[in-house]
């Protein structure tokens, strides 16, 4: 997989290479197999690399945590860093003593587990960026193919499905057992694999939809408590992604529960047991998936920024909803966003309602259409391809 990013640049690239020299360190997390190990590598290519899910490294680093930094005077890549926390406080000294700036690049695919190492021991000395699977501009940047929406849904954004043209069918589910035999087992020992995967999956029925976690509790069969571990699993793992509801400033009844969405669409679909085009395409999970596409889409280009901006939902308890909305600290720009390649003006109702109570200006409409334009209002109708292209 290396040779990839040598092929097509990451754009979190510029922020890596910032970071770097404003940091004494980077933790570079992101789900498993989403290109961090070879940003990192691409990158700082005279820095040593060695992975801690080696079990000759890893026991080296447990037992002897200073013997094994001392190996490495001019830094080096730690992959999968936070299965050996204790490591972290004898980081701090190295990275105390030596001053230097970029020293050691960190990476991890647990961000439970790193970040609470990384709190406890390095704040200040450390520069965090989360890297998510591939952009829609960087899978179209990476070879000659023209995807359409609903091949670049179910196929998802993880790099070796475009590398190494795995086949999404059986990818996604070795990806899962994988997932859950190894990362999981990091955070909680859970006896029961079986109703694990039942409780992803009918996490994945949920897309797009407000996390009511009695319910989900009830469907799977486990008491509330467990499901908002699992959960927080599933968060800090980056299989999903929770959408926070906006409620501040309005003296309206919003709702105030966060929606659910899950990191990569390929692996969603997986999950409920889509496979081909043909099934999405008449699919009910459809629009929620596509939804789910380009709220990612937004959330990767956050990331990759690394600008301070907050994503949200905004619902009232009279079903109102905007389906995103960005808060730049001096704005909030409101996005719809619609699977329909047709535009009608209806497709703005919840827009327009929604602007007569907060009293903000502008919007946004994302479809999948090919037509553009800017109303007499100021919203402006755009294909969702183009969403690099907002300015935030």
């Not at 997390?29 to 700082?44: C, E, N, Y």
């Amino acid at each position: 997989m290396y040779y990839l990013y040598k092929m097509i640049n990451r754009s979190a690239e510029k922020l890596v290479r910032s970071y770097s020299k404003q940091f004494r360190s980077l933790a570079i997390v992101g789900p498993r197999q989403s290109g961090k190990t070879t940003l990192a590598r691409s990158l700082f290519p005279r820095k040593e690399y060695v992975s801690l899910e080696n079990p000759d490294e890893w026991q080296m680093a447990e037992s002897d945590p200073r013997g094994f930094l001392s190996r490495f005077p001019k830094g080096a890549i730690l992959d999968e860093a936070q299965r050996v926390p204790q490591l972290f406080s004898y980081l701090q000294q190295v990275l105390d003593e030596s001053g230097k700036e970029g020293l050691f690049i960190l990476t991890g695919s647990n961000n439970f587990l790193l970040q609470q190492s990384i709190s406890q021991t390095l704040a200040g000395r450390i520069g965090y960026i989360d890297l998510l699977p591939l952009t829609y501009h960087e899978i179209t940047a990476f070879g000659n193919k023209k995807f359409n929406t609903l091949e670049l849904i179910i196929q998802g954004c993880y790099p070796e499905l475009y590398d190494r043209k795995r086949k999404y069918t059986t990818w996604y589910p070795a990806y899962i057992r994988t997932y859950v035999e190894r990362d999981v087992k990091l955070l909680r020992n859970i006896e029961n694999s079986v109703l694990f995967n039942r409780f992803i999956q009918l996490c994945a029925g949920r897309t797009a939809q407000q996390l009511n976690i009695a319910e989900l509790a009830m469907s799977a069969g486990i008491d509330v408590k467990t499901a908002n571990a699992w959960i927080s699993i599933l968060q800090s793992s980056y299989i999903i992604y929770l959408l926070p509801p906006y409620y501040k400033n309005f003296n309206k009844r919003v709702v105030k529960t966060p929606k659910l969405y899950f990191v990569d669409t390929g692996l969603a679909c997986s999950l409920l047991g889509i496979h081909t085009l043909k099934e999405l395409s008449l699919s009910h999970f459809r629009g929620a998936l596509f939804e789910n596409y380009v709220i990612t889409e937004m959330l990767k280009r956050k990331y990759n920024s690394g600008k301070n901006i907050q994503l949200y939902y905004w619902r009232d308890n009279k079903g109102i909803e905007v389906d995103l909305l960005i808060d730049t600290g001096t704005k909030l720009l409101p996005i719809e966003i619609k699977s329909t390649q047709t535009f009608q003006e209806d497709l703005l109702g919840s827009m327009y309602k929604w602007k007569e109570i907060s009293g903000q200006k502008g919007g946004l409409l994302l479809y999948d259409g090919a037509t553009e334009f800017k109303k007499s209002n100021g919203v402006e109708v755009k294909n969702w391809r183009n969403t690099d292209k907002i300015r935030l």
